[in-house]
């Protein structure tokens, strides 16, 4: 009998199914069987199991046979909280009976997470190509799962981007299903000069930018040469693409500053009128001469009258000092 049912993990082990491929879940109903009371019942529980195993293996195909970690982590959360309520029952029926119920309510808990990983989570992307690593609900090994764009298109968007003179732009392409991909793949920027819709851009107008693992970038001190189109394409190492998107961007030049000019005045011809208030050039030399000679002039007689008053003070000082002398010579006669 105990070879019996040692056959009979074997089998179950190599049908395993999505449930199946966590370790938790196999121990718990390995602990289930192994403690039934007799090897019959023991042998009972392992069919009742096994059949629960293929239920599961067919609610699996039918929603496409693979399972993400997180799927899978949830399903079985919630299973195990659900068996762990059914073994503090207390059983007043068959436990036969009772075990076909639980298993059962696994497999629904199955198909509910399945079918929102299938519909929300499995191929999340509207364009582009994504490949991801998913658990192959059968051999409960990884796999590469590929998800094509339903448009069958690599573009994901083209999108104007205005910026001003001396200005930024921040350039991003992130797609939440970016998380998804496997490896580490990078983000080619590229950019066609040009402003955006004067003529038809090709391949061979691009010239290569940056490569990051960044998806954004950011352009500083824009100048009006720097528009364009600008395209970051989503890369791993193979060249293999998985998105593109397209930027057209306008740079908006500065108001210049408008500088005041003078204005000048051309000459009057010779032998023109001219009115008194508009002295021409010949006028303003015999003007300067006599200014400047009125200046001489001036300059002289000040210097003439400076000079006689400084004789006439030094004269009456001489005469102020001969009294003064024959004033004393007088008192010492006397």
Request: charged content about 25%; glycine content about 6%.
């Amino acid at each position: 009998m105990q070879l019996i049912l040692v056959s009979l993990f074997c089998c179950v082990s190599a049908a395993r199914a999505c449930l199946q491929c966590d370790r938790t879940v196999r121990l718990l109903h390995e602990d289930f069987i192994l403690a039934a009371p007799t090897v019959i019942d023991q042998i009972d529980l392992k069919i009742i199991c096994d059949h629960a195993y293929v239920t599961y293996r067919e609610t699996s195909q039918e929603r496409k046979g693979v399972i993400d970690p997180t799927t899978l982590y949830r399903v079985r959360t919630e299973y195990q909280s659900e068996f762990d309520r059914f073994l503090k029952m207390e059983i007043t029926g068959s436990v036969k009976f009772e075990t076909i119920q639980i298993l059962e309510k696994g497999r629904k808990i199955l198909e509910k997470h399945l079918d929102t990983f299938i519909r929300d989570g499995l191929c999340p992307n509207k364009c582009g190509l994504l490949k991801r690593r998913v658990m192959d609900c059968f051999s409960c090994q990884y796999k590469m799962y590929i998800c094509p764009s339903p448009s069958g298109q690599l573009d994901c968007g083209e999108y104007p981007v205005q910026a001003e003179e001396e200005g930024q732009a921040v350039l991003s392409c992130f797609l939440p299903w970016h998380r998804l991909l496997s490896g580490r793949p990078e983000y080619y920027y590229s950019w066609a000069p040009g402003a955006p819709g004067t003529k038809k851009v090709d391949e061979s107008d691009f010239r290569a930018l940056v490569v990051t693992h960044d998806s954004s970038v950011v352009l500083n001190q824009l100048h009006v040469d720097e528009q364009g189109t600008y395209r970051c394409s989503l890369k791993d190492r193979n060249g293999t693409v998985f998105s593109r998107v397209t930027f057209l961007l306008t740079v908006t030049p500065l108001p210049r500053q408008t500088h005041r000019s003078f204005v000048t005045l051309p000459l009057l011809p010779h032998g023109d009128s001219y009115s008194p208030s508009q002295p021409t050039e010949d006028l303003l030399v015999p003007v300067i001469a006599i200014v400047t000679a009125l200046s001489l002039t001036a300059s002289v007689g000040l210097t003439v009258v400076l000079g006689m008053m400084m004789n006439r003070q030094r004269a009456a000082r001489e005469v102020r000092r001969r009294k003064r002398r024959e004033e004393k010579s007088t008192e010492g006669t006397a």
